[in-house]
């Protein structure tokens, strides 16, 4: 494993990290195997953002007596809801919540604070100004956090926040597709042209030149693409390798580490084996030319736009339905365990989506599915 120094602050952190959250509601093992092989193989890095207690407390074994070899990163704004995860920015329930996931883990610290998920210009600014940020700075004063970040989709904001000098990292989704979408942002004047590139788009790759200069290291995430660029049979323009997703995520700018959702050990070592892939495995240059096809709509399954006055898990519905589409019989047996997709059509998961998902049609169309299987 080769490391990497964490901006400002020095604190190597290896290439591959483990983003955690496909393992929230697994069974315990998996999640100690699957900590167990990050840490063989070098891996110091876990972003760890979800609020559930059952994750937080197999986490905790899988660290028992190795805590300094895996550094945790906990998010403060990840809280829970009627037992569903919820973005909040009360800042008594997330305090509760990063000193819950401080005793459930036995530890006295986060390495990385990260406060989650902002990508609304309004939303920054209350992070910034209604003592969101303040308690993560008196965290950190008070040594339960050893560094300071963020988790955003949006250049804008990321920039924004990052200019306040605030942050050592941000965590920001990175892949060649979503480098090819069209963003839809004024950077004119705030970066040299000299830095544009030709198929990549231009606002991010300045944005990642910039988090290079203000050394606020970038953490990664979806470098897959939730798996669907891996995925011949998906419907993203390109597919790529492990290694070509890892190798381009780990050559943009400012970038300390790519944090990747394994679900398995298999995931590990297929993320490990990036260390000893030739130069000719990672090259992903055939594929860039393929990714300019606009993306905006697809789910990544990653829950965001929760809570549902429903109680529907939207990731796992359109991931049945996703899955079913492409032939995957799974995907029926996924659909089948969630009864009913008893959707009122509030549209408040609409507002909260990253990724532009018609989150309304695809649970009317999950409710015409069920309607035939049953
Ligand atoms: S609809 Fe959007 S927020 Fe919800 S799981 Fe899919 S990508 Fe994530
Ligand atoms: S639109 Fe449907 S799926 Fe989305 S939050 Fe409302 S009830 Fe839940």
Do not use: W
Not at 43 to 64: C, E, G, H, Q, W
Not at 117 to 146: C, E, F, P
Not at 170 to 194: C, H, Q, R, W, Y
Request: some cysteine; charged content about 25%; proline content about 2%.
């Amino acid at each position: 494993m080769k490391y990497r120094k964490f901006s400002k602050t020095g604190i190597p952190i290896s290439e591959i990290s483990l983003g955690a959250e496909h393992l929230e509601f697994e069974d315990k093992k998996l999640l100690l195997d699957v900590v167990s092989a990050c840490i063989d193989h070098g891996i110091n890095y876990a972003d760890f953002f979800m609020p559930s207690p059952n994750v937080r407390d197999y986490m905790k074994t899988a660290l028992k007596g190795r805590r300094d070899k895996m550094m945790v990163a906990g998010h403060l704004g990840a809280v829970q809801k009627d037992g569903q995860y919820e973005r909040s920015r009360d800042v008594k329930k997330c305090e509760l919540y990063i000193e819950d996931l401080l005793t459930r883990l036995d530890t006295d610290y986060v390495d990385m604070l990260m406060l989650h998920y902002i990508d609304d210009a309004d939303d920054a600014q209350i992070v910034l100004n209604d003592g969101l940020l303040a308690l993560g700075q008196r965290l950190v004063r008070q040594g339960k956090a050893r560094m300071l970040g963020f988790s955003s989709h949006m250049v804008m904001t990321s920039q924004a926040l990052i200019e306040t000098g605030s942050f050592d990292s941000a965590m920001f989704s990175i892949n060649p597709v979503f480098d090819t979408m069209n963003v839809d942002t004024d950077m004119d004047g705030l970066f040299e042209k000299e830095h544009q590139q030709d198929e990549i788009g231009q606002e991010r790759q300045a944005f990642y030149r910039f988090c290079e200069t203000e050394q606020c290291g970038i953490v990664v995430m979806k470098a897959y693409g939730a798996g669907r660029l891996l995925d011949k049979n998906s419907a993203f323009p390109i597919t790529m390798t492990t290694d070509q997703s890892l190798e381009y995520a780990l050559t943009r700018p400012g970038v300390v580490s790519v944090a990747v959702g394994c679900k398995s050990v298999a995931e590990v070592d297929a993320a490990a084996a990036y260390c000893e892939a030739s130069e000719q495995q990672r090259d992903y240059s055939g594929v860039i030319k393929k990714a300019s096809m606009a993306t905006s709509g697809f789910c990544m399954y990653c829950n965001h736009c929760l809570p549902c006055p429903q109680n529907i898990n939207i990731a796992k519905t359109i991931g049945a339905i996703d899955a079913m589409e492409q032939g995957d019989k799974g995907g029926v047996r996924m659909y089948e365990e969630q009864s009913e997709v008893d959707c009122i059509a509030c549209g408040e998961c609409e507002e909260r989506c990253p990724f532009g998902v018609e989150v309304i049609d695809k649970m009317q169309s999950a409710d015409d599915l069920l309607d035939k299987l049953s």
